[in-house]
């Protein structure tokens, strides 16, 4: 099937390393459903920037931490395209405060744990399900899941534990998945950012220019959305075959082991 009758969802969609993406897919022929907390109104440029590639797409306010909101999200898709054949699992926040794992908070780890991981995941069942009643129509389509992980999945930062743990739990995610939905020819892949510029690191923007000026990177400079964008376009259109469970890494060389 052409990629022009195709439907990707991209959650956290509405800016950042999401508006990255689903420019990427948008420019590539899909049809976009991003979606977000935010309203309507709050998503609308992010909406009109996507639609200029893509015109039939549509935001959907959605918490991917509230099982009510992605059953929503999924039905509202099913009215408008009647079908969805790329997830990407992106949406996720930062801890409010970055705070020392002997101190944190319950909460914290609560709410990071329900909105990186638990949503994801539980999404990602939903969707599995339909791609496979979907595949029962046309068994050759091409079909991703891609989850938006961190370096934090494998680099342990001890003042931001919770987030850490809920990037770990979506790499092996990616994996279980990836095992599970093989045998119906869906590919299951992680795409694993490094320090990339978007409203989650504009409060440690001074901190990261120094230890980039320092040398932490091999590519010397911050990672934009639209290098994660890129990555996930190759996943999403099947052009890494062969490859299901892969973890692209896109952090300038940041986890690079050197001596
Ligand atoms: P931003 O904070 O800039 O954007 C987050 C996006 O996710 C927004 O569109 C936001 O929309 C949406 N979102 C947040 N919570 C929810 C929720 N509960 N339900 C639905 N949508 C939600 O973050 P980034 O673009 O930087 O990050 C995107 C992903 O990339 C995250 O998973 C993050 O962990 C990961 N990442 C980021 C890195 C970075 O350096 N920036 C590095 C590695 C990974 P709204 O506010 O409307 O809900």
Redesign the pocket.
């Known amino acids: 099937m052409a990629i022009e009758n195709k439907v990707a969802l991209v ?9 990255g993406i689903a420019l990427a897919l948008a420019e590539a022929g899909f049809t976009l459903a991003i ?4 309203s309507r109104e ?2 609308q440029s992010a909406l009109d920037a996507v639609r200029l590639h893509s015109e039939r797409s549509i935001y959907v306010q ?4 509230d099982g009510a909101d992605r059953a929503d999200l999924l039905l509202t898709i099913e009215e408008q395209f009647g079908r969805l054949d790329v997830l990407v699992n ?5 801890p409010r405060l970055r705070a020392d794992i002997l101190e944190a908070r319950e909460e914290s780890f609560d709410e990071l744990i329900a ?2 991981l638990k ?1 994801p995941y539980f999404l990602t069942q939903a969707v599995a399900a339909w791609m496979i009643r979907q595949r029962g129509d046309d068994a050759r389509t091409q079909q991703a899941i891609v989850n ?5 999945a494998t680099v342990a930062s001890v003042n931001r534990g919770d ?1 850490c743990i809920s ?1 770990a739990g979506i790499a092996m995610a990616t994996r279980l998945w990836a095992a599970r939905l093989a045998e119906y020819g869906i590919g299951v892949y992680e795409v694993r ?9 504009a409060g440690v923007r001074a901190k990261y220019d120094a230890l980039i000026e320092g040398g932490l990177l091999l590519e010397k400079r911050w ?1 934009t ?1 639209q290098d994660v964008g890129r990555a996930v376009r190759v996943l999403a259109t099947g052009e890494l075959s062969y490859a299901t469970g892969a973890v692209v890494v896109v952090d300038g060389g940041l986890t690079l082991e050197r001596l």
């Open positions: 959650t956290g969609g509405s800016r950042g390393i999401g508006l979606c977000g907390r935010r709050k998503a959605a918490n991917v931490a992106n949406a996720g926040i930062a909105t990186n949503g938006i992980s961190s370096i934090s987030y990037k950012p490094g320090i990339i510029e978007s409203d989650m690191t990672g959305p």
